[in-house]
């Protein structure tokens, strides 16, 4: 199997980064293997920063695939603290939308576009790409009431 790489430039510290996506958690919908198509490099452009939690830090961006820009949800793991731990979280979550959420993928979850590795100053570097389902619920939804959720 070829390898697939993602670039984009980090929006804070404005480098480059170049990341081979992990063959071990592919992507599985038949459209977003459509929809990158036989492409070898990924652009991802066009990143702002939506949120950064402890162990993530989460961007919207543009997939720039030649004849279609892609919305996507870059989560990428922080290259600070238990950066490990970090990595592997994502890697779980990424076995999740692999193993357990294929058939929704697109209906109910957003569709997974893959797992990218690679590191940034000697630390490993983690992201995983998702459909852009739009903005965040503006509700704190652990008040709603669970017929609504």
């Known amino acids: 199997m070829s390898l697939i790489y993602l670039e984009f430039t980090n929006p804070d ?12 958690f592919l992507p ?43 919305p996507i949800v870059v989560k990428q793991s922080r290259i600070e603290g238990d950066v490990l731990e970090f990595v592997s979280q994502l890697q779980g979550e990424a076995m999740v939308y692999c193993r357990d959420l294929q058939s929704c993928q697109g209906e109910v979850v957003p569709l997974f576009y893959g797992l990218y590795e690679g590191n940034i100053g000697g630390r490993p570097l983690t992201c995983i790409l998702l459909e852009d389902c739009g903005d965040p619920c503006d509700d704190d939804l652990k008040n709603l009431d669970m017929s609504i959720k």
Do not use: E, M
Request: proline share 4%; aromatic share 2%; glycine share 6%.
């Open 13 to 24: 510290s404005h480098q480059t980064i170049r990341l081979v996506r992990n063959n071990d």
């Open 28 to 70: 599985c919908a038949s459209s977003v293997t459509r929809n990158l198509g036989q492409h070898r490099t990924l652009t991802l452009i066009q990143i702002t920063p939506i949120v950064q939690t402890l162990s993530n830090d989460l961007y919207r961006g543009t997939l720039a695939v030649p004849g279609k820009d892609i």
